[in-house]
């Protein structure tokens, strides 16, 4: 070849190189640098060429390993491979160096030139711990799993090691495996047909076998999970003697078996439930709606006239059936609400009309304690949905008790506003009003403050927890406040405008 | 001519009560405990209005008026379905029935021969 184009090809050998490539003369000043040099130190031809190797980049070639390998090696051998160097270099941090150097005489009087070749073996280095590492740790796992591991290599599945679980599993020493077949080792022979499995494993990179058969060397077979996994040169296959697993289902079969069961007998008794608060509350009422009736007709005098006696003591007789009516549908819908079995039949109800009805019922009471009602309703109420039976038990409960709780010549009040996506009721009173002791019991069944306004013969004590109740159900809340004795009472009470029940 | 009523429950003492206010508002009143003798009563008699309670021994009341319903002998007796079930399906049953009314229970002896007087009309 022309030595114009050899000469062309060696400066392109020397610029296309990977690796870092210096030239030194006999004074160890640099004569010639490549391209990889000044990219891989970040340094400018200007500082590099001609400058004492040492003085490179701010003396950080300065290195006693170096100045042992140029001054004493190389004079001495000519040439040195792989001369490792580690170093703190200031601008690229702790690195690790692999450096080639050959020493070039040029004939006699010539001074003799050397070539360094310098490779960054930092990270290389890095992945061979890491590697390594790995390694160790998989060995680790290897040895001390749990389950049996097979380590198999990928031509014909022919066992490569197996770990101390499989010995003590299957009763087969390591060297008692190596070079065979699973089935020599008590593995069922159609669970290793070799061509399928590495056309899965291929595929899938993992092969799961439930209940396999496993037959130890002693002859006793057991039963395994079996998982082969591909691991890039080999396939590593996990044996789990499934014992442990089996009894783990059974347990979770019989926590089933026995939850469906309970499951049964809840509905079962819940039906039992419904069921009696039905018949109770037919049984009850059944009775007492022929003392109603019967009463009712006498004391009208339909079928004839009554003295003033017979008047008085059959009337006393329709009070009191009454009130037990009364007292049976509280405590039947109180029992209801607390078992979480009573549902609401929702309607659209017009507050005004509901609230003449009601007034109309505690009329007579009214009129007969000269009471004056005050009644505030809203313009613009829009009509609400709910319960409608419910409501006015509500409405009636707290009217009959502000009532009954104010003395002759005293006023009650309704006042009934839309309140954003509610409307709000308030009954109000100038009676006896609650002391702030009895603020929370007013709310238990059947308390009662002996004042004269609690005659025995009236009210039942379930009224307002049971109103409450039941304006909760609908999703609204029911408060009261009082001043204290003597100075009124006033019950509010919110229900939402389409319904939000709880029911 | 007096009006004949069919009074038909079978508890006794609804029945006295419900033949009595009838008997006093000038009804002939006829009685039927249970549900077959009330079809068999209702198809002999022929009366002007049946009072009907809902749950029967035997059968239950909307049975009995959709039966009568079908009978072109008793198809256009009107019913008064007495009832102590508040319960919407309760009534959405009594609902489909031609001709015919719903009273709850407890009944309320004032109105109750009113409210059948006007039934008829």
Known sequence: MATALIDQISKGIVETIHESLLVLDSDLKVILANRSFFDSFEVTPEETLGSFIYDLGNRQWDILQLRELLENIIPEKASFDNYSVENDFPSLGRRTMLLNARQIEQGAGEERIILLAIEDITDRMKLETMLRDSEIRYRHLFETADDGILLLEKKELKIRHVNPAITAMLGYSDEECVGKDMMDIGFPSNTVKVQEILESLDKEGIIHYKDIAVQKRTGQVIDTDIYMVDKANLVQCNVRDVAERKEIEAGLDKAHEELKELTTRLKLADLAKSEFLANMSHELRTPLNSIIGFSEALYDETFGPLNEKQSHYVSNVLSSGKHLLLLINQILDMTKVEAGKMTLTLSSLHMKSLLNEILLLVGDMVAKKKMEILLEIGEDLPNIEADDLKVKEILYNLLSNAVKFTPEGGKIGVRVKKADSEIEIVIWDTGVGIASENMQKIFEAFFRVDTPYSRITEGTGLGLPLSQKLVELHGGNLSVESEGLNKGTLVRFTLPITSRRVA | ?121
């Open chain 2, 1 to 121: 001519m007096k009006k004949r009523a069919l009074v038909v429950d079978d508890n006794a003492n609804n029945l006295i009560l419900e033949t009595d206010l009838l008997d006093v508002a000038g009804f002939e009143v006829l009685l039927a405990g249970d549900a077959s003798s009330a079809i068999l009563i209702a198809r002999k008699q022929k009366p002007d209005i049946i009072i009907l309670d809902v749950r029967l021994p035997d059968m239950r009341g909307s049975e009995v008026a959709r039966i009568l319903r079908q009978d072109k002998e008793t198809r256009d007796i009107p019913i008064i379905f007495v009832t102590a079930s508040v319960t919407t399906e309760g009534r959405e049953e009594i609902k489909t029935i031609t001709n015919s009314l719903f009273i709850g229970k407890p009944i309320n002896t004032r109105t109750f021969a009113k409210e059948i007087i006007q039934f008829i009309k």
